[in-house]
């Protein structure tokens, strides 16, 4: 008989205990609040829901329709543009335009690990859309892919897939003469045009004119195109909260807060020439709106940290807080809490700071990894500036900075309460276009890692699962699969459930971590038998022959390595199956196929077939008798019958 491709899933598991009590409990819940508040519709991510998001408020570059039509006579389409320009989104909404074909929409990975080449044609699915985003790879990465780019693309004509190259703009020079067929120029889009989609989806309509202003196309010249959207967003949150005066009011007033204090700033701290000053300066930047109790004690640790001396004289003899903060420009509050006078400021000096005084940036990273372990900066506190200087480090292209953050909040002596700050950390990292790559990079360094601390397997699993999970399943699930398999203690059930909940996702991340689990068997990976049995609880395409020889391969090494008391609950969740008729009778094949015509496993089998009849719910009764149907396949696995099996 013939079956077409199906799903059979039995059941989905909910939360699962995490196993240290309520403080560990309780960091987890608040690094998973952050990350999913961090999260939402991005153009890192690659699913066919966020390409609608995506169409709705794209403005096409210049060159797209070339790109269009490469993609669709040639089935792969390379795209060169300035980086800000919204290559990335181009190359999802050509993928997403051509939608409608039996595969699914893919990014394929850009670093090195275990899962093999990224050009993997024995990968390629009927009809899948992929997208390799190559803007950060390295010169001898971009040489190898390319070199490997015309097969593949045979692959995909014979599937009929389609893939979409972004190409990495500073190594233009590299490409190689026979790929510039395929090669489609793009230009930035209007940013005015942009803007103007934007707030047209949030019900924001402004004339012509007031889009026109000297002020507004001065910001839109200098930003890049996602920029443009947080503008957008900006003027929409004034909308919201009511600010008075008007869609020229909130466009003013939304260019105002993120308007470039670079020289102000520079001027101020020329005045502003005492240590101390300048210490105040950079805290209250870094902890900006917070109590003065925290801008106080962060200045003090900076000064500690730079090996400041101390002032000498009584403290009653000294300059009041109030006054100092007042002659730098800030205030205090009706809510108590300190900030700058002028808008953005605050980022300004951050900006200062970061560019001017390089040489002290170690000196910084270190005196805010202590800021945020020793206690008394409050929890609300942490987030806020963890992102600013996480946008400082990348700013000044240095990424290793927040890793080295979230290694040491992590480590084996560190803190559970950091769980949160360590997985933002990484959260901002992941995301950067520039970095995300050396992140990813390092968090598989990281998850093969054996004897990886706790904390930081904890964190892993956070943004494998979380964020990573968003733009890059296939990095995540590799990642996730590692960390389960060196999982131990409390991240065990953690990590666990978080690669299940990915494979389960999807068919693609199914015969993904199939095929990782067949050859971890084989390397006598122990975890791994556990982890194949949770699989069979939801069985998909077994109709895939080269699913079934996962299977297959899967059940031998269970029958062969693990007691029957611990495999015979998920055999009989099989038999179950095939007689209610929720699975298909090619689930028996599979078993039989597992025991390798062994006489001890299949007369085990069969008993357990037997005992199973006689105790299966009153429901079932009138079912398929298992036990002749197991009969008769092993009759026909030893050459003793003339069974057809199910194909």
Same mark, same amino acid.
């Given at each position: 008989?013939?079956?077409?491709?199906?799903?059979?899933?039995?059941?989905?598991?909910?939360?699962?205990?995490?196993?240290?009590?309520?403080?560990?409990?309780?960091?987890?819940?608040?690094?998973?609040?952050?990350?999913?508040?961090?999260?939402?519709?991005?153009?890192?991510?690659?699913?066919?829901?966020?390409?609608?998001?995506?169409?709705?408020?794209?403005?096409?570059?210049?060159?797209?329709?070339?790109?269009?039509?490469?993609?669709?006579?040639?089935?792969?389409?390379?795209?060169?543009?300035?980086?800000?320009?919204?290559?990335?989104?181009?190359?999802?909404?050509?993928?997403?335009?051509?939608?409608?074909?039996?595969?699914?929409?893919?990014?394929?990975?850009?670093?090195?690990?275990?899962?093999?080449?990224?050009?993997?044609?024995?990968?390629?699915?009927?009809?899948?859309?992929?997208?390799?985003?190559?803007?950060?790879?390295?010169?001898?990465?971009?040489?190898?892919?390319?070199?490997?780019?015309?097969?593949?693309?045979?692959?995909?004509?014979?599937?009929?897939?389609?893939?979409?190259?972004?190409?990495?703009?500073?190594?233009?020079?590299?490409?190689?003469?026979?790929?510039?067929?395929?090669?489609?120029?793009?230009?930035?889009?209007?940013?005015?045009?942009?803007?103007?989609?934007?707030?047209?989806?949030?019900?924001?309509?402004?004339?012509?004119?007031?889009?026109?202003?000297?002020?507004?196309?001065?910001?839109?010249?200098?930003?890049?195109?996602?920029?443009?959207?947080?503008?957008?967003?900006?003027?929409?949150?004034?909308?919201?909260?009511?600010?008075?005066?008007?869609?020229?009011?909130?466009?003013?007033?939304?260019?105002?807060?993120?308007?470039?204090?670079?020289?102000?700033?520079?001027?101020?701290?020329?005045?502003?020439?005492?240590?101390?000053?300048?210490?105040?300066?950079?805290?209250?930047?870094?902890?900006?709106?917070?109590?003065?109790?925290?801008?106080?004690?962060?200045?003090?640790?900076?000064?500690?940290?730079?090996?400041?001396?101390?002032?000498?004289?009584?403290?009653?003899?000294?300059?009041?807080? /109030?006054?100092?903060?007042?002659?730098?420009?800030?205030?205090?509050?009706? /809510?108590?809490?300190?900030?700058?006078?002028?808008? /953005?400021?605050?980022?300004?000096?951050?900006?200062?700071?970061?560019?001017?005084?390089?040489?002290?940036?170690?000196?910084?990273?270190?005196?805010?990894?202590?800021?945020?372990?020793?206690?008394?900066?409050?929890?609300?506190?942490?987030?806020?500036?963890?992102?600013?200087?996480?946008?400082?480090?990348?700013?000044?292209?240095?990424?290793?900075?927040?890793?080295?953050?979230?290694?040491?909040?992590?480590?084996?002596?560190?803190?559970?309460?950091?769980?949160?700050?360590?997985?933002?950390?990484?959260?901002?990292?992941?995301?950067?276009?520039?970095?995300?790559?050396?992140?990813?990079?390092?968090?598989?360094?990281?998850?093969?890692?054996?004897?990886?601390?706790? /904390?930081?397997?904890?964190?892993?699993?956070?943004?494998?699962?979380?964020?990573?999970?968003?733009?890059?399943?296939?990095?995540?699930?590799?990642?996730?699969?590692?960390?389960?398999?060196?999982?131990?203690?409390?991240?065990?059930?953690?990590?666990?459930?978080?690669?299940?909940?990915?494979?389960?996702?999807?068919?693609?991340?199914?015969?993904?971590?199939?095929?990782?689990?067949?050859?971890?068997?084989?390397?006598?990976?122990?975890?791994?038998?556990?982890?194949?049995?949770?699989?069979?609880?939801?069985?998909?395409?077994?109709?895939?022959?080269?699913?079934?020889?996962?299977?297959?391969?899967?059940?031998?090494?269970?029958?062969?390595?693990?007691?029957?008391?611990?495999?015979?609950?998920?055999?009989?969740?099989?038999?179950?199956?095939?007689?209610?008729?929720?699975?298909?009778?090619?689930?028996?094949?599979?078993?039989?196929?597992?025991?390798?015509?062994?006489?001890?496993?299949?007369?085990?089998?069969?008993?357990?077939?037997?005992?199973?009849?006689?105790?299966?719910?009153?429901?079932?009764?009138?079912?398929?008798?298992?036990?002749?149907?197991?009969?008769?396949?092993?009759?026909?696995?030893?050459?003793?019958?003339?069974?057809?099996?199910?194909?």
């Amino acid at each position: 008989m013939t079956e077409p491709y199906s799903a059979y899933i039995s059941e989905s598991c909910g939360p699962v205990h995490t196993g240290d009590g309520a403080q560990l409990n309780i960091s987890l819940a608040l690094a998973s609040d952050r990350l999913q508040h961090e999260a939402g519709p991005s153009l890192r991510s690659i699913t066919d829901r966020d390409g609608d998001w995506l169409e709705q408020r794209f403005v096409a570059p210049g060159g797209m329709q070339r790109a269009r039509t490469l993609l669709r006579t040639n089935s792969v389409v390379l795209l060169s543009a300035r980086p800000g320009s919204g290559r990335r989104a181009a190359a999802l909404i050509l993928l997403h335009e051509l939608a409608g074909g039996s595969g699914g929409l893919y990014e394929l990975p850009d670093t090195e690990d275990d899962s093999g080449s990224v050009l993997d044609v024995s990968e390629v699915g009927e009809g899948d859309r992929l997208m390799l985003d190559l803007s950060a790879v390295d010169e001898a990465r971009y040489l190898s892919l390319q070199r490997r780019l015309p097969d593949f693309r045979a692959r995909l004509v014979e599937r009929r897939a389609l893939l979409a190259v972004v190409l990495p703009h500073h190594h233009a020079y590299l490409q190689r003469t026979e790929l510039k067929p395929y090669t489609a120029e793009l230009t930035r889009p209007s940013s005015r045009d942009v803007l103007s989609r934007y707030l047209q989806l949030d019900n924001i309509r402004p004339p012509t004119a007031e889009l026109g202003v000297q002020s507004l196309a001065s910001h839109l010249a200098k930003v890049p195109m996602r920029e443009v959207a947080e503008l957008a967003d900006r003027i929409r949150s004034l909308r919201d909260t009511g600010f008075p005066g008007g869609f020229p009011s909130w466009r003013d007033q939304a260019i105002k807060r993120v308007a470039d204090r670079s020289a102000e700033v520079a001027a101020d701290l020329a005045a502003h020439d005492s240590g101390r000053r300048r210490a105040l300066l950079l805290a209250l930047a870094m902890f900006h709106e917070s109590p003065p109790a925290t801008v106080l004690r962060t200045a003090s640790a900076l000064l500690s940290a730079l090996s400041h001396p101390p002032d000498e004289r009584p403290r009653l003899e000294q300059t009041d807080l /109030n006054r100092e903060l007042t002659e730098l420009g800030a205030e205090t509050g009706p /809510n108590g809490l300190v900030r700058f006078r002028t808008h /953005n400021y605050d980022r300004g000096v951050r900006e200062h700071f970061w560019t001017y005084f390089p040489d002290l940036t170690e000196q910084f990273r270190r005196w805010f990894h202590d800021c945020l372990a020793r206690p008394g900066i409050g929890e609300n506190e942490h987030a806020p500036a963890i992102t600013r200087f996480a946008d400082q480090c990348l700013r000044v292209g240095r990424p290793g900075d927040l890793l080295w953050l979230a290694d040491a909040w992590t480590g084996h002596h560190g803190q559970v309460r950091l769980i949160p700050d360590a997985a933002q950390a990484l959260d901002h990292g992941l995301a950067d276009e520039r970095y995300g790559q050396r992140f990813r990079q390092q968090i598989y360094d990281w998850s093969i890692t054996g004897n990886l601390p706790q /904390n930081l397997k904890q964190v892993l699993v956070l943004v494998c699962s979380q964020t990573m999970r968003r733009s890059h399943p296939h990095q995540a699930l590799v990642r996730l699969h590692h960390l389960d398999r060196r999982a131990d203690g409390r991240v065990s059930d953690t990590a666990r459930s978080a690669l299940l909940d990915l494979a389960l996702s999807n068919s693609r991340m199914y015969r993904l971590l199939l095929q990782r689990v067949r050859r971890g068997l084989e390397s006598e990976w122990a975890r791994d038998l556990g982890l194949f049995l949770a699989l069979t609880q939801s069985v998909r395409l077994i109709a895939s022959q080269e699913v079934r020889a996962g299977l297959t391969a899967g059940w031998a090494a269970v029958f062969r390595k693990l007691p029957r008391e611990e495999w015979h609950p998920y055999a009989v969740h099989w038999f179950t199956a095939v007689v209610d008729g929720s699975g298909p009778e090619r689930l028996l094949d599979v078993l039989v196929d597992g025991c390798r015509n062994e006489a001890v496993l299949l007369g085990g089998l069969y008993q357990l077939a037997r005992d199973w009849e006689r105790s299966r719910p009153p429901g079932l009764v009138d079912g398929p008798g298992i036990a002749d149907l197991l009969v008769q396949k092993i009759s026909f696995a030893q050459g003793l019958g003339f069974l057809v099996p199910a194909v």
